[in-house]
DNA sequence: CGAGGAGTTGACTTTGTTCAATCCCCGTGG
DNA sequence: CCACGGGGATTGAACAAAGTCAACTCCTCG
């Protein structure tokens, strides 16, 4: 994912660009809110192929000694919650099968999107340090999750040793990716955002095995929006123009990728370049070369 | 910062945004780049105020032993680079004083500001794990940072233990940041953008015991604008904006927050609610409460 | 088979960008 | 000490991009 070992030092945007904060839930099934987890022995869990990248910690946990932390399975139906912000923090997720999103709510009632989790991912990594949840986790589809109670990691700092190395690659990703959206969201245009966003989906579906030039969306176009930035009705037009120019085809939630290369073209446009850029080398570089 | 610890389970918004990512520097003053960096042994690196929040690192190595780490003074002028983007990863730094900016550049040339980082910031945390940097950062002014060498560090898990708390405190507070610029680009106007660039310098400084009503920019309204997403014009229009509202004062690069309370409002806005917002509870939630 | 949410599309408005002219510090050198 | 030069900053006008409002279509689910 994002070159976590930057192996050429090239920087490319390659990899779906899921999940990134939100620290695991607690089930204080409390109140108002419905049971919406049951929990079970889980024995499958580490069994993610291969192309579990954010699920190191998960085998690790998994092969050193049985049911030592607890883990169980989490089956949520769509549209469930998995945690709400706020909730204290009791553990760190794994997705088996389906999707989830996390996101905020704003004072004036706006709703942001912060990422997309897709089997493989964690979700609530980044509230690992944290006693409460800071974003909601909601699923997009009915979702199978593996849970990794957190008490046992954070209690004392010793406990964090075994985990520090794959904890500290999921973090650094999670913050590559980041400041990937960060960048997207700063100086990309509608088109330019979409496209890489369906890229992003793309290599995350290809790294799990599945066909990357044809996929569902997982979300709505008023998720897509709000995780790029973007109106859903703009978040629409974009799909419609692709699709007229003959780059994709657009079928609901269907989407088929028809010219990667054009499309790369397109989301590399502004997109971070590696090594030796013709930019400023020396002393008193800034930015005069921002045009 | 951006309640590390939650305390409330309400999230605001204060403090300033600073250093996000990037792994600390190697020094191959190899090529064509000028000896940008003298450096000695480091003494008084840990007497950073209290107000070091990041730099709880630098107090733990310093105070284990001497200079087991061999710690260095670096010393930037402005314009200098600290590292460059590819360089191998061999140092994490700490600012002591002056400013520095992390950024990337684009395949079109555009350059975009990651991160400004202050006194007390480290800088390079998020390469801690990397082999090569992924940014470039630039003194935006003179500047003196205490050096810590990576390779102790991230050589085996192992030595990653006794630092491991802190590391993950220092990571996990620079996600939360990016995740609040995240939402920042997604959903704030010019000026709520501006206004919350605003605060968090002002908190920012407060932080360190500098006033948090007048201060003075360390970068170009271009470089603002590459950090907050707008043009340079934008930037200067908007501060013009405020000061005739008499929302804040502007000459040059001094500015005046004249009245913080009307200026929250403005970026409150848009910002992350609190405990139980009017957001959904139970299932089936999504986003019908978006528009 | 009907209802309703999701998606598409169009017309119009708003916001921010682009291009360009001008201003203003600030430091330099006469 | 003051004039000059130059980059940063400001401001204006025209333009482009995305947002808003709204009508309408199409699945999907019950």
């Known amino acids: 994912m994002y ?13 779906e660009v899921s999940q990134f904060f939100h620290p695991p839930a607690p089930m204080t099934q409390s109140d108002d809110r419905p049971p919406q987890r049951e929990a079970m022995p889980c024995s499958t869990c580490c069994q993610m192929a291969g192309s579990c990248p954010e699920c190191g910690l998960g085998q690790k946990a998994c092969g050193r000694a049985g049911a030592d932390t607890a883990q169980r399975m989490v089956r949520l139906r769509k549209g469930e919650f998995l945690y709400l912000l706020g909730d204290p923090v009791t553990a760190i997720y794994a997705i088996r099968v389906g999707t989830v999103k996390t996101h905020v709510t704003t004072e004036d009632g706006r709703t942001q999107v912060l990422a997309f989790h897709f089997p493989g991912d964690m979700v609530g990594l980044d509230s690992l340090v944290r006693p409460h949840y800071a974003s909601y986790a909601t699923a997009l589809e009915d979702t199978k999750l593996c849970l990794f109670a957190v008490d046992a990691l954070h209690q004392n700092a010793a406990s964090l040793a075994p985990l520090g190395a794959q904890l500290l690659l999921a973090l650094d990703g999670q913050l590559q990716r980041a400041r990937a959206v960060q960048t997207m969201l700063a100086l990309m245009t509608a088109e330019e955002r979409l496209v890489t966003f369906l890229l992003w989906l793309a290599d995350g579906f290809a790294l799990r095995g599945f ?38 085809t657009v079928r609901h939630r269907t989407i088929t990728l028809l010219d990667k290369p054009a499309l790369r073209a397109i989301a590399s446009r502004p997109m971070i370049v590696a090594q030796a850029p013709q930019a400023p080398i020396g002393r008193r570089a800034s930015l005069q070369d921002i045009g």
Chains 1, 2 share one sequence.
């Open 3 to 15: 070159g976590l070992f930057g192996q050429s030092g090239s920087i490319k945007w390659t990899h």
């Open 211 to 248: 066909s990357s030039s044809a996929f569902v969306l997982r979300m709505s176009r008023e998720e897509i929006g709000s995780f790029i930035g973007l109106t859903l009705e703009t978040v629409s037009r974009q799909f419609s123009r692709l699709a007229e120019v003959g780059l994709i």
